[in-house]
């Protein structure tokens, strides 16, 4: 029998490449930033109200619009949530709102209807303004659209460890399966293609009840989620969706009761941003602002 | 959404034998598990579906890689609701490639309580998960929680006790040292991804995984470090030396791995994936490759 012992530890795996993406989305901090901090770069509002979901698990979708625009107008540090609003759309602009509706976990109509309501304030037209799921590839409002606004719900998911802002973009490829390769690591790359390239001018990731875990082929149990009663908005996909991984990240270690990595690590947030440019993943480069509820905020 | 309607009948009933040769012409006959109107008490809401390769992905939106990744051939699907109430049950059978295969994607995931449904079942939160023979079963009420445990088990009982028999464990499964391992961690897998889940390798094909190539994982506890044991078959010993020189070259560069020995014994290459003393682990790899095959 031969055997051979690598010369590469585990400390080495997670400096660089897929193992950095893995440890630092988990909080564990790469070692560039361990050493060098870099200077924020993304600004990311993270918002929460105990009260936008009842015990009876009710929402409340007049504070989730107010929730929306108050992260809004601390996201482009203006002084209303009109102007901020202005900073993502303008009058002459057609808008796809890329939204998600797998039935377990969808966005909520009442986000949905937040967003397109203040869309049309800005003086969007009603009728160049649509909200779409799985049928952007065929919608009209999508085909001429010149800004995207992206929002879904976070959850786990079983091939690319996170169902994520960078990943609800896969309606936009006739065939999915050809980003599914390594844990779906290309999907950054979904980004640079015509009906998305310089779009997409908003992530609204729906922290309201976030899943942290899943079993099945429907990959749902009732079990693992949890009235997080938040949104988290920015700009920036990698830096939203990074900030929603470490709290997923932070409620799956308190509820095991021991680390339990996101599975498969979900190292297409940070591949998105160090292959594709789409922005920032490490969390010292983020420029992370709490608004509303702290309680058990995980983060 | 492409589906087709399967067959539907009272009872459940297996309607042909499995892939046995008819006697009138000579050719296969498809196996058919029917999804029955009743069951348990519980009645079809709708019409069975069927489901392929490619219509899988509608279906469960987004999860159908992993049954693929065991060579799934079709899944049939029915919802039941009680005679009152609103409580919903969905039945999925996926018939795999093989009893391997079907083996293999049910102990993906074995996290849950021990229940004697097929040739094996797990029960956890309102969900059963269970093979026998080809088929992976899936007994799911879309309410969850503990209460509907009664409900989930007797209508997984009685349509896995409607389909055949056929297929053991892997023999590779029982290589594995069964001391100091957790054997809710034991998986058997064909595919790269199915390994990163368990514990991640790397992006590409490390072990050259393919449809003749199997393999098992399995999480052992030694000396109070936790390393995995990565056991794979070759289906000769030109292509697991041939990995074996690719991962000593891989492994011994500055790369993008974790901490791997690797050891081989003819067809087989076993490696312990982690950090723990060079005595215990290869302890464990003499113990998982000893005699080879």
Known sequence: ?299 | MRSQRILTGALLVVLMGGCAPDEGDGMPVEYTPVLPDQVAGWDASGPGESYDAETIYAYIDGHAEVYLAYGMQRCVSRRYRPVDGDAEIVVDLFEMASPADAYGVFSHDRAGETVAVGQGGIFRHGWLSFWKGSWYGSVYATGGGEDARQDVLDVGAAVAGALEDGGDIPSLVTRMPSSVLDPASVCYLRSPQILNAHVFVGGDNLFGFGPEVEAVVGKYDLGGAAVHLVLVQYPDETAAEMVERRVREDVGAEGQRPSMVVGRNGVLLAAVIGDASNDDVEGLLEEALGGGI
């Open chain 1, 1 to 299: 029998m031969k055997k051979n012992r690598g010369s590469v530890n585990r400390r080495d795996f997670f400096k660089i490449g897929t193992g950095a993406a893995a440890a630092g989305l988990l909080g564990t901090g790469s070692a560039e930033s361990s050493e060098t901090p870099a200077a924020p770069t993304s600004r990311v509002v993270l918002i929460r109200e105990k009260a936008v979901v009842g015990e009876d698990g009710m929402l409340d979708g007049e504070m989730l619009h107010s929730m929306l625009n108050r992260a809004m107008t601390s996201l482009f540090e203006v002084t209303s949530s009109g102007k901020a609003w202005k900073q993502v759309v303008s009058p002459k602009d057609v808008v796809g709102i890329k939204t998600n509706v797998w039935h377990n976990l969808r966005t909520p109509p009442e986000l949905e209807e937040a967003i397109r309501s203040e869309v049309i304030k800005v003086g969007v037209k009603p009728e160049d303004v649509a909200v779409d799921d799985r049928g952007v590839l065929e919608n009209p409002v999508f085909q001429r659209a010149t800004t995207l606004i992206n929002t879904r719900p976070l959850r786990t998911h079983n091939w690319s460890g996170l169902g994520t802002c960078i990943k609800n973009m896969i309606m936009f490829v006739p065939r999915p399966p050809e980003y599914h390769a390594d844990s779906c690591a290309p999907l950054g790359a979904m980004w640079k293609l015509p009906e998305l390239e310089g779009k997409v001018k908003l992530n609204i990731l729906v922290m309201l009840t976030p899943q942290f875990h899943g079993v099945g082929p429907h990959s749902f149990s009732k079990e693992y989620i949890w009235p997080y009663r938040g949104l988290i908005v920015g700009v920036d996909p990698v830096a939203v969706d990074a900030t929603g991984a470490r709290i997923l990240q932070a409620k799956r270690d308190l509820y095991f009761g021991e680390p339990r990595p996101i599975s498969p690590p979900a190292h297409h947030i940070e591949i998105a941003g160090s292959r594709y440019g789409l922005g920032v993943s490490d969390p010292a480069a983020i420029d992370l602002v709490r608004l509303g509820w702290q309680d058990e905020a995980l983060i």
